[in-house]
Each structure stands twice: as C-alpha cells, then as structure tokens.
C-alpha cells in the first residue's frame, strides 16, 4: 500500500500563493492516479484536482479552476498543487489521495484508495 505525507500549508494573505506536496513511500507511485480534496469546519469534503496516470489528463473544480494547478513527478514519487491568487474561501484543510483503479471517477472522493493526514491552509483577508 501507499503511504501519503502532505506538506506546504501555512497561513497567506488573500491573493497570495502556497504549493502543496504530497510524498509518497511503499509503492510506486506510478501506479497511482492523483487527487487533492479539500474539507473546511462544517462543510463537506470537496474535491480540488486530479491528476491521471503519467500526468496526461487533468481536472480541477470549478471554484479553484484557472487558479490551481496540480503536477506531479514520478521520478520523484511527489505531486503537487500550486495554489496562486488564493481566497478567504480557500481555507480548509487539503488532503492528497491516491487511486488504483482507473475505472472510477477521478472526482469522487470515495474513488480513493489511499490519503495523506492532511495539511492546513489558511487564508487571510
């Protein structure tokens, strides 16, 4: 199985920038799909990015969409979410999360076989 650690959240300024990483350590992560989410106090999880297999295809939610971009380096078994022009509404704790089965949907938290312990990111006004 894959082990997940996220790292880069902090505190910003609104329209300031952050870029997540996500390690990952136990198998190759290659053979995975990508997948940030999001969860603020109250709300449910929402999902942020995805990124495919190889990195070819990417997917974003509407509200971060044009803002964010998320990558990812196999070589290095790392992804990434680069977050620019950051909201107050962007706060929330981030989770990556990792899928095996190219089957599901890249959008769908429950499609997720493997999450980090989360890395939170707050946005000031």
């Known amino acids: 199985q894959a082990q997940l650690v996220e790292s880069g959240g902090g505190l910003v300024q609104a329209g300031g920038s952050l870029r997540l990483s996500c390690a990952a350590s136990g198998r190759t992560f290659s053979r995975y799909a990508m997948g940030w989410f999001r969860q603020a106090p109250g709300k449910e999880r929402e999902f942020v990015a995805a990124i495919s297999w190889g990195g070819s295809n990417t997917y974003y939610g509407d509200s971060v969409k044009d803002r964010f971009t998320i990558s990812r380096d196999d070589a290095k078994n790392t992804g990434y979410l680069q977050m620019n022009s950051l909201k107050p509404e962007d706060t929330a704790v981030y989770y990556c999360?990792?899928?095996?089965?190219?089957?599901?949907?890249?959008?769908?938290?429950?499609?997720?076989?493997?999450w980090g312990q989360g890395t939170q990111v707050t946005v000031s006004s």
């Open positions: 999360a990792a899928r095996s089965r190219p089957t599901t949907s890249a959008t769908t938290w429950r499609s997720y076989d493997y």
